[in-house]
């Protein structure tokens, strides 16, 4: 037996799987796509008409799907980098030589990656009400007139953000601390007898041996993002008028709610092109930054 | 199928058995016992599958130890669904040919299962039964059962919209009876807003809800798709009636431009006063009473829906009992229906569940008899009307609620909406118009 056909061999378990539960349902919803598959074709296959790139030139047609796109941009434009920013504040206090408690701490910062989040969400309504909620109550010392949160249009978006930072910057803290903890501290010895301060340092030895760890995390955080569907789903239904409908609550409504696979399938491609359109440019950027190890 | 001939096989080649003899032979075993082991479970002619949901699933069980005694040797399965799944669970067992033998089922919903030919017609069966007596039901109820002039449903409970509000604050407001026509709750609404102030509002309508709307436009006595569900029919004139009566609830501020989740708390605002009206249904009767300060229970209770001249009509909401017709065991499954449909289980039902009964007879129930916030409701239900009976109603309806938010919110003008909506539900019903014609020159 050729080599290469053993490696086939023992490779075939998993391309199996990989076809049977990847390749044939991306392929199924591709044809699917192209249909106007919905309730009357699950009643009767010969109630399906095909309608080429229809699904896809209505869906362009549609406000509500552009809407979308817009919230759901708004939302990765702000919240990844607000997300890694916060993720890498606290990695960096936890790792200060200066911290106390750090493994009380850094259990508690991570709880809410675990908890569950339509329990949270039921505490972020209360922390976020326009008339009782703690946040207003705090801006309301610091002489601000009190937000909306939910039912302003403009603010529900950016209380998503929040309540989608605090829940999920703990994850990428871990990464980040781990790749913080690896770093050898001869750097910063030999950084320090070349008289860096903690910002020199921080740019010219953190930052470079963080930077494939940073890009991982960053992609990482940017494809979870596009794909944000359960945060606005539990806090505000896509409302208040249609501010926090995101790409895949669209897609969620349109397959699951009104059974209209056909158009649901053409939105799950369109949000695909867009991740993987930015994946690759992500990866450009980093490799010509020299980031990518 | 069973897996004999399998075995007869196997035992007649058995001096020169092959490898593929062999994998053969297993394969077919294995078919075939898969197959037995499915007609044992869907074949059984005493067990009956009944799906119910939530609360309605656990109190169901409780009730069918009398059926188990009067029937015996049969059984009834009951599978509990969550509401929130139910709808879904519906569409992929009938996607997966696994829909149970009979269901609970929301009045709304039928038509899309009737969409898929997922139910059994029971036309016969009513007019031939001894226990369901037709005219013990509310009409427009029953009317949500019938599609296409065939009935596919008998309501088990019923549910429809009505006005809740605050006695209390209503005679502080001067007024000592609830309003029976549009005028005369305009004219209450503006008293209690004076006298609440502007921190608080007069009704709550919440604007990620359509039921209020669409209670007010079936006032107005007319279809709300046109052409037997071929298009919208918001450019007529009732539509714009309710339109205006509607927005005018926001721009006299009225009522609250909030959604639901802004208020967190129902029962705590309504305790504190922030609304005097709310219009909702029967499960409200339950949670206030339970959710509400003891010292407010004397103060809270209901009244008929107002209608632009005297008492309007309301939404005809609720559950049925639905026969799937992939189902084997029919004959039994009716009695199953029979015997929820009878006034003696309707007020045990009820009892249990605080559901209201859909036989007219079973509100007798000195529970009910002597409840006047469920009088109100047993006097909206002699004037409701079901919703368009097409599967795309509730896609419309949406649509309906989203524009009026943005409506209120002021991203779109009011004059602007009627058109839109129309567009926007003459797409939406596209496929259902090209079915129609199809069915009509095939």
């Known amino acids: 037996m050729k080599p290469s056909r053993a490696g086939w061999l023992f490779a075939a378990p998993a391309l199996l799987a990989i076809a049977v539960f990847f390749v044939v349902p991306v392929v199924a919803a591709l044809v699917m796509s192209a249909t106007d598959f919905d309730i009357y074709a699950l009643a009767d296959l010969r109630n399906t008409r095909f309608v080429g790139l229809g699904n896809y030139f209505q869906l362009l047609q549609t406000p509500l799907f552009w809407r979308a796109l817009l919230n759901t941009l708004f939302f990765v434009v702000v919240g990844v980098p607000l997300s890694i920013a916060v993720s890498l504040g606290t990695a960096l206090l936890l790792h200060s030589r200066l911290a106390r408690f750090t493994g009380f701490f850094r259990t508690a910062l991570f709880a809410p990656v675990v908890t569950t989040l339509a329990a949270v969400a039921v505490v972020w309504i209360f922390l976020l009400h326009a008339r009782y909620g703690t946040l207003n109550y705090a801006l309301s010392w610091l002489g601000l007139r009190p937000v909306d949160w939910l039912g302003d249009p403009r603010w529900a978006m950016p209380a998503i953000v929040l309540l989608s930072v605090w829940k999920n910057f703990g994850y990428n803290m871990i990464i980040l601390l781990a790749g913080l903890q690896a770093i050898p501290a001869e750097l910063y010895e030999a950084a320090q007898l070349d008289g860096a301060g903690p910002g020199a340092a921080f740019r010219h030895v953190t930052v470079p041996a963080l930077a494939p760890m940073l890009l991982m995390v960053s992609i990482l955080t940017m494809a979870g993002h596009f794909q944000i569907f359960a945060e606005p789903y539990v806090m505000t239904q896509g409302g208040p008028a249609e501010r926090t409908v995101t790409v895949l609550y669209l897609m969620y409504e349109n397959g699951f709610k009104w059974w209209s696979l056909g158009s649901a399938s053409a939105v799950a491609f369109v949000l695909f092109l867009f991740m993987l359109g930015t994946s690759l440019l992500q990866g450009r950027l980093a490799g010509r930054a020299g980031w990518s190890s | 199928m069973s897996p004999e001939p399998a075995r007869r096989r196997a035992a007649s080649s058995e001096p020169s058995w092959s490898r593929r003899d062999f994998l053969r032979a297993a394969a077919t075993a294995t078919v075939g016992l898969a197959a037995a082991s499915a007609c044992t479970a869907r074949g059984d002619d005493r067990v009956l599958r009944f799906w119910a949901m939530g609360r309605e699933g656990e109190v169901a069980t409780q009730l069918l130890g009398a059926f188990e005694r009067e029937n015996p040797g049969l059984r009834v399965r009951v599978e509990q669904l969550p509401w929130s799944a139910a709808h879904e669970k519906l569409l992929t067992a009938f996607a997966g040919d696994a829909t149970p033998d009979l269901a609970q089922m929301g009045n709304t919903w039928l038509p899309e299962l009737v969409a898929l030919g997922a139910l059994e017609p029971l036309d016969a069966s009513v007019r031939g039964s001894r226990e369901v007596d037709v005219a013990d039901y509310d009409p427009g109820i029953l009317d949500t059962n019938v599609i ?295």
């Open chain 2, 148 to 442: 296409d002039e065939r009935r596919y449903g008998v309501p088990w409970y019923v549910d429809t919209r009505l006005l809740f509000y605050r006695r209390d604050l209503l005679a502080q407001a001067g007024y000592d009876a609830p309003p029976r026509d549009w005028d005369e709750w305009v004219r209450m609404l503006v008293a209690v807003k004076q006298r609440v102030g502007p921190e608080r509002y007069a009704l709550l309508l919440p604007l990620n809800e359509y039921e209020p709307m669409v209670a007010l436009w079936l006032q107005q006595g007319e279809p709300l798709l046109r052409d037997g569900g071929r298009f919208g029919n918001f450019r007529s004139p009732g539509f714009a009636r309710t339109l205006r009566f509607y927005l005018s609830m926001y721009e006299r501020h009225l009522a609250p431009p909030v959604a639901h989740n802004e208020i967190a708390n129902l029962w705590n605002e309504f305790a504190r006063g922030f609304f005097t009206f709310y219009v909702s249904g029967p499960w409200q009767l339950g949670e206030f009473e339970r959710r509400l300060p003891p010292e407010l229970q004397s103060y809270w209770t209901t009244a008929p829906l107002p209608g632009p001249t005297g008492p309007g009509a309301s939404i005809a909401g609720g559950s049925s009992l639905a026969i799937f017709r992939r189902s084997p065991r029919k004959v039994a499954a009716w009695k199953l229906v029979e015997f929820f449909s009878r006034p003696a289980v309707q007020q045990q039902f009820y009892r249990l569940t605080g559901n209201l009964p859909a036989r007219r007879s079973a509100w007798a129930d000195p529970g009910l008899a002597q409840d006047p916030r469920a009088q109100a409701f047993r006097d909206q239900l002699e004037r409701v009307r079901p919703v368009p009976k097409v599967p795309e109603w509730e896609r419309i309806a949406t649509e309906l609620r989203l524009m009026m938010e943005k409506v209120v919110r002021g991203d779109i003008p009011a004059a602007d909406a009627p058109a839109e909506l129309d567009a926007r539900a003459d797409r939406i019903l596209e496929k259902r118009r090209w079915m129609l014609d199809r069915r009509a020159h095939g």
